[in-house]
């Protein structure tokens, strides 16, 4: 009997929509979103005061000289590869770079264990993917169209981890002092279909194992375009759409690193360090 759990996407779909994306991506300029990561990356590395010899960045757009433009010379690392795939990795790195990647990998702790282990000690993970906000309101205009025309919802957007679980995540991969932040945004668009180019972009299309394989009519299409533009457009007609990247950041162990300190080691007490009386309860 096959126990294993149901798979969420569709490899087929997946492949699909990624292979189009590399097209896509390869015809004009890269995605505003995915330069709006990598030049955040950059300054992510900008601010470390160390030099990074061996770094790669993980994925099927290479943002290689996106990152490079935006680093001073003398910061860049000596060496910067690139590959597709986690399995591709291949040796220690100083830095592992992975950037609005990681939305339809099913194994995602098991991918975040994998960067792990081919940092070297001291070594710096940097994540960015989608967070659990981004597409709110295509989300419930979506809902309320599936909801008005087949009379129910379907799946149609992928499943994102919001800022606790990627906390928890992080957490599990055995990095030491691991953050988690948040960069959120809110765009405008003229019309629907430019978001979802956006998206065609990303390759972030529908590619669910749920997904309802039915052909959508003209009315449907209608409906969205009047549910979206009701409930999320400005006075000017424009239509708002959210976007938010999580980034998950961590150091590869390292006897360097500051610890915390043990309970009960203060050195001062906190009302000496308020300049505020102490009382006893």
Same mark, same amino acid.
């Given at each position: 009997?096959?126990?294993?759990?149901?798979?969420?996407?569709?490899?087929?779909?997946?492949?699909?929509?990624?292979?189009?994306?590399?097209?896509?991506?390869? !015809? $004009?300029?890269?995605?505003?979103? *995915?330069?709006?990561?990598?030049?955040?990356?950059?300054?992510?590395?900008?601010?470390?005061?160390?030099?990074?010899?061996?770094?790669?960045?993980?994925?099927?757009?290479?943002?290689?000289?996106?990152?490079?433009?935006?680093?001073?010379?003398? !910061?860049?690392?000596?060496?910067?590869?690139?590959?597709?795939?986690?399995?591709?990795?291949?040796?220690? +790195?100083?830095?592992?770079?992975?950037?609005?990647?990681?939305?339809?990998?099913?194994?995602?702790?098991?991918?975040?264990?994998?960067?792990?282990? *081919?940092? $070297?000690?001291?070594?710096?993970?940097?994540?960015?993917?989608?967070?659990?906000?981004?597409?709110? =309101?295509?989300? =419930?205009?979506?809902?309320?169209?599936?909801?008005?025309?087949?009379?129910?919802?379907?799946?149609?957007?992928?499943?994102?981890?919001?800022?606790?679980?990627?906390?928890?995540?992080?957490?599990?991969?055995?990095?030491?002092?691991?953050?988690? @932040?948040?960069?959120?945004?809110?765009?405008?668009?003229? $019309?629907?279909?430019?978001?979802?180019?956006?998206?065609?972009?990303?390759?972030?299309?529908?590619?669910?194992?749920?997904?309802?394989?039915?052909?959508?009519? !003209?009315?449907?299409?209608?409906?969205?375009?009047?549910? +979206?533009?009701?409930?999320?457009?400005?006075?000017?007609?424009?239509?708002?759409?959210?976007?938010?990247?999580?980034?998950?950041?961590?150091?590869?162990?390292?006897?360097?690193?500051? $610890?915390?300190?043990?309970?009960?080691?203060?050195?001062?007490?906190?009302?000496?360090?308020?300049?505020? @009386?102490?009382?006893?309860?």
């Amino acid at each position: 009997m096959n126990t294993s759990a149901p798979k969420i996407f569709d490899p087929k779909a997946l492949r699909f929509a990624k292979a189009r994306a590399a097209r896509r991506q390869a !015809r $004009k300029d890269v995605s505003f979103l *995915y330069e709006r990561a990598a030049e955040d990356a950059a300054s992510r590395l900008e601010d470390i005061n160390r030099q990074f010899d061996r770094a790669v960045l993980i994925g099927g757009f290479d943002g290689r000289d996106i990152i490079q433009s935006h680093l001073r010379p003398e !910061r860049r690392p000596i060496s910067f590869d690139h590959i597709e795939r986690p399995a591709d990795l291949d040796s220690d +790195y100083d830095v592992i770079l992975s950037l609005l990647e990681l939305q339809s990998d099913e194994g995602l702790p098991n991918t975040l264990t994998t960067f792990r282990q *081919y940092l $070297k000690p001291d070594g710096l993970l940097i994540v960015a993917q989608f967070g659990g906000e981004t597409l709110t =309101q295509l989300r =419930q205009s979506l809902y309320a169209t599936d909801q008005q025309i087949i009379g129910g919802a379907t799946a149609r957007v992928y499943p994102m981890v919001d800022y606790s679980q990627a906390a928890m995540l992080l957490g599990r991969t055995g990095l030491a002092l691991p953050v988690v @932040d948040t960069d959120r945004m809110t765009v405008t668009y003229g $019309k629907l279909e430019s978001l979802v180019s956006d998206l065609r972009d990303l390759g972030l299309t529908n590619a669910l194992s749920a997904r309802d394989k039915r052909p959508l009519s !003209r009315g449907w299409f209608t409906t969205l375009r009047e549910k +979206y533009a009701e409930h999320f457009s400005r006075e000017d007609g424009k239509l708002l759409a959210t976007f938010e990247i999580l980034w998950m950041t961590g150091w590869a162990p390292h006897a360097s690193q500051q $610890k915390p300190l043990k309970p009960g080691s203060a050195k001062m007490r906190l009302s000496d360090a308020l300049n505020t @009386d102490e009382r006893k309860l």
